[in-house]
């Protein structure tokens, strides 16, 4: 029943969200970890509603932005998606290359450029009913950073008081980070990604069609798609909170409170928490960017794609969706040669969390609205919780785009 969502969920914490998340553990401590609780039910919110659309018409978030809206709006957030998934790219193959080069010695680079020729060539060449398996199986590699915090010895009882009772704090570097694990947790990568696959599995089941078509399947697939997300979503962010208290107990409790990569945090855990704990959280970084590269990248590709009307989905052979595969080429290469040119890769995932905050906002809005049309949906519009679960994300997320201008 695993499959979209628990994809989704597993590769929102990419090497460059593990970053976000250790730099964020290693500054405030456990001061952040309520956030964890707080991003979990508009996260799967806004990925419930992707999901359904996907799988409701039988298009992604791009087909449906073109079916129903000016391309006005369809074109600048396909670009921006493109662009702010190219950038994490680079940020999350140059992780990867640093956490091996940590384990193995010898040049960084070469294992950059490995990885991402390794990605380019799986999802191009294996058919999606098995790459997906593949993925599936990587998104194990998770639990590394579970294991990690499990290795030490954790405050329970202080970590529990304050998850469940913030110490909220409205300096602006508090809002600053907390602004920042908005725009990691919920960006549009995902919305993207989710939509997509769901439509992926619908084309790869001979029995099946969009439910607008096929209005009997819909309970089954509604509690499927139900659980795949509220599972990924979960672990998503479970593991989330155990990389920031990771750090929290051993980088800031021993006043290391300035850690910008993902590759940095596991430097400094091993004179700290030991060898074990550093090499698990150095393979966790390179299992999670073999995940979330092929997700950056195809969700890129997905988007441009049903912008263009071109042929698309990984299930095509090369000859079949030239073009797609293109896009997934050329986002690759290119997030590839940023780490060869010295653009610093810490501005970059600046940028993309700035273009991603910025996309967010109006590209829920567009999906709230077309979420709710009968024209889109027909009778599956959505309504109660995941209406006003849905437009409380919307309101989150502005908030927090107004506080990143502000500050």
Not at 23 to 39: E, H, I, R, Y
Not at 265 to 282: E, N
Request: aromatic share 12%; glycine share 8%; with cysteine.
């Amino acid at each position: 029943m695993l499959g979209p969502g628990l994809i989704t969920g597993a590769s929102d914490d990419d090497p460059s969200g593990i970053g976000t998340y250790s730099q964020v553990g290693a500054q405030f401590g456990f001061g952040m970890l309520w956030t964890m609780l707080f991003t979990f039910p508009l996260m799967v919110c806004v990925q419930l509603i992707c999901a359904r659309i996907g799988r409701v018409t039988g298009e992604g978030i791009a087909g449906n932005l073109r079916r129903h809206f000016s391309p006005r709006i369809l074109f600048p957030i396909v670009t921006m998606l493109l662009l702010a998934n190219t950038l994490n790219i680079a940020a999350d193959l140059g992780a990867m290359g640093s956490a091996l080069q940590l384990l193995a010695g010898g040049p960084a680079m070469v294992y950059t450029a490995f990885f991402a020729i390794l990605s380019l060539v799986l999802q191009v060449f294996v058919p999606y009913s098995r790459y997906v398996r593949i993925l599936k199986w990587l998104s194990m590699a998770l639990f590394a950073y579970v294991a990690a915090a499990l290795s030490l010895t954790i405050p329970w009882r202080e970590v529990a008081m304050r998850t469940l009772v913030p110490d909220i704090s409205f300096k602006s570097e508090y809002v600053t980070a907390v602004v920042a694990i908005f725009g990691t947790t919920i960006s549009p990568y995902l919305f993207f990604w989710q939509a997509s696959q769901e439509v992926e599995d619908q084309e790869a089941a001979p029995a099946e069609q969009p439910l607008i078509r096929a209005p009997k399947q819909a309970p089954a697939e509604f509690f499927r798609i139900s659980t795949d997300t509220y599972i990924g979503m979960g672990i998503s962010n479970l593991v989330a909170f155990f990389i920031i208290l990771t750090t929290a107990i051993t980088l800031h409790a021993h006043g290391i409170n300035n850690i910008d990569t993902a590759a940095q945090a596991a430097a400094a855990l091993r004179p700290i928490a030991g060898r074990f704990a550093f090499a698990v959280f150095s393979l966790g970084i390179i299992g999670t960017g073999l995940l979330a590269v092929p997700v950056l990248a195809g969700s890129a590709a997905y988007g441009v794609a049903e912008a263009m009307r071109w042929k698309f989905g990984m299930e095509r052979r090369l000859g079949q969706a030239t073009q797609f595969y293109g896009v997934i080429a050329a986002a690759m290469l290119v997030g590839l040669a940023m780490n060869f040119i010295g653009i610093d890769p810490i501005r970059a995932l600046f940028w993309t969390a700035v273009i991603n905050g910025v996309v967010a906002v109006p590209l829920i809005v567009v999906i709230m609205l077309m979420a709710s049309r009968r024209r889109v949906m027909r009778q599956f519009v959505v309504s109660g919780y995941l209406r006003w679960m849905g437009w409380m994300t919307a309101g989150v997320m502005t908030a927090s785009v107004i506080a990143m201008f502000a500050l």
